[in-house]
């Protein structure tokens, strides 16, 4: 069973930053996605970056220039780094493993102040 733990949420003020980071373990195959998706009250969650197990990424166009996502793959760990947050980026960030199936995270409340 793949476990995805999450970490780096929190407050920041608008133009903040933050880390997320996002470890998982388990049987987890080495060609695979690995990425985080957000979801804000009342909206429909959505991919906000990925990045393939080859380095290959894919950034929602809202947050392009912003926010950088990577990856370590002999620790099987994605990170999103977001700078220059907005309050629009406020939203649960959920860690996302994409290979045969998909996994989830637990989720991780991100909230941008104004």
């Known amino acids: 069973q793949v476990q995805l733990v999450e970490s780096g949420g929190g407050l920041v003020q608008a133009g903040g930053s933050l880390r997320l980071s996002c470890a998982a373990s388990?049987?987890?195959?080495?060609?695979?996605?690995m990425g985080w998706y957000r979801q804000a009250p009342g909206k429909q969650r959505e991919l906000v970056a990925r990045?393939?197990?080859?380095?290959?990424?894919n950034y929602a166009d809202s947050v392009k220039g912003r926010f950088t996502i990577s990856r370590d793959n002999a620790k099987n760990t994605v990170y999103l780094q977001m700078n220059s947050l907005e309050p629009e980026d406020t939203a649960v960030y959920y860690c996302?493993?994409?290979?045969?199936?998909?996994?989830w995270g637990q989720g991780t409340q991100v909230t941008v102040s104004s």
């Open positions: 996302n493993l994409a290979e045969l199936r998909q996994y």
């Open positions: 388990g049987r987890i195959f080495s060609i695979n996605y």
């Open positions: 990045i393939s197990s080859g380095g290959s990424t």
